[in-house]
């Protein structure tokens, strides 16, 4: 995907198992959808916490938060329950979402992307960050790309 892209439509479950429908967002808020690799990992924690202390601001920017990974709901649920997160986490644990939005994979495909999109109001990528080392830039770069 690239800056200008339309954003796919898609459908997940999130942490609390309910169905989370991109076409009920897109062109009502600011998306930032973030993909990350893994629950429970170090870099992953920090990103999601990120959001999570950052999300009222979002929040107030019209824009929602979704977090997505190949770990299933009930890690999810885990995963958010431990850090008490604020906005959706998708499962996607056969990586459809994640192919559609063409997210790379490292180290020989075995370590998932981290990147995050975010979708202006007429539902077009406007900001893409894909950093897997640095997980904090990527909730400044969200706010900024939203802001601006």
Do not use: W
Not at 40 to 60: H, I, M, S
């Amino acid at each position: 995907m690239k800056i200008g892209d339309i954003c796919p439509e898609f459908e997940g479950i999130n942490q609390f198992n309910q169905s989370i429908r991109s076409k009920e967002l897109i062109r009502k808020k600011y998306l930032v959808i973030f993909f990350y690799p893994k629950d429970f990992t170090p870099g992953c924690t920090v990103e999601v916490c990120g959001f999570r202390d950052n999300y009222e601001q979002l929040k107030a920017l019209n824009c929602e938060v979704i977090g997505i990974s190949a770990d299933s709901v009930s890690r999810h649920h885990s995963f958010s329950q431990k850090y008490n997160l604020n906005y959706h986490l998708l499962s996607d644990s056969k990586k459809e979402i994640r192919k559609m939005f063409k997210v790379p994979t490292h180290l020989f495909g075995i370590i998932p992307g981290r990147v995050t999109y975010v979708i202006d109001l007429e539902g077009k990528i406007c900001g893409i960050n894909n950093s897997l080392s640095d997980a904090h830039s990527h909730i400044k770069f969200a706010i900024n790309s939203v802001k601006n």
